[in-house]
């Protein structure tokens, strides 16, 4: 009998406060303060949605080289906000374009010093130098020497590109036996004497 009046004027004390906690509540969204929040929530949510599709743009351009993609990229970063971005990263090629570069760069070299490195001597594959006219190891004869300049001379030049000296070939297709024959009449011998000589 008394709990329901105390109750009931606990009930009685608390609507009126909820009232006033919800009063409160609305005047706060009314007032100015609100408004100031929600707009400068909603001004840097624009910001950093602009900044997300920035970001993208500026990966893609690093990325990509077609220029439509880049923009396509752009366009995705913009439209579904803040999820494009995540999107893009999904699906963004793995590499930069300048590290892309410089790795072909960097082969190419490779194969040029490869290429550098693959000149020696096709008999004991000691390395040899461009102006060589005979193996110094195995003195096998590498290239003609101009009889005017004794320049070396490349096996397809038909003139010593050095003195203009034309050069006259034993046979233009029997180059094994141009270059076997001077081996053995004027390499073999000097080297068969000295090695003599010194024994
Ligand atoms: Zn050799
Ligand atoms: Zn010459």
């Not at 609100?34 to 970001?55: C, D, E, K, P, Q």
């Not at 570069?101 to 960097?106: A, N, S």
Request: aromatic residues 10%.
């Amino acid at each position: 009998m008394t709990r329901n009046p105390f109750s009931l004027g606990i009930l009685g004390a608390t609507t009126p406060d909820d009232n006033g906690i919800f009063d409160g509540v609305n005047e706060f969204f009314d007032s100015g303060t609100w408004l100031v929040i929600r707009n400068l929530s909603l001004f840097l949510a624009g910001v950093f949605w602009l900044a997300t599709a920035y970001w993208v743009y500026k990966d893609a351009r690093r990325r990509i080289e077609d220029p439509w993609l880049v923009a396509m990229a752009t366009v995705l970063g913009l439209i579904p906000p803040f999820v494009g971005p995540l999107i893009y990263m999904l699906f963004r090629p793995p590499e930069y374009l300048e590290d892309v570069r410089e790795r072909e760069l960097e082969i190419k070299a490779m194969e040029e010093r490869l290429a550098l490195r693959d000149l020696h001597c096709p008999v004991c594959r000691a390395e040899v130098d461009e102006t060589f006219l005979v193996c110094p190891v195995c003195t096998t004869k590498l290239k003609e020497a101009c009889l005017n300049c004794k320049a070396p001379l490349d096996a397809l030049w038909q003139v010593c590109p050095f003195c203009e000296t034309p050069i006259d070939r034993p046979s233009a297709l029997g180059i094994g036996t141009a270059i076997e024959e001077p081996r053995r009449r004027r390499m073999r011998r000097p080297r068969a004497e000295s090695s003599e000589q010194s024994l």
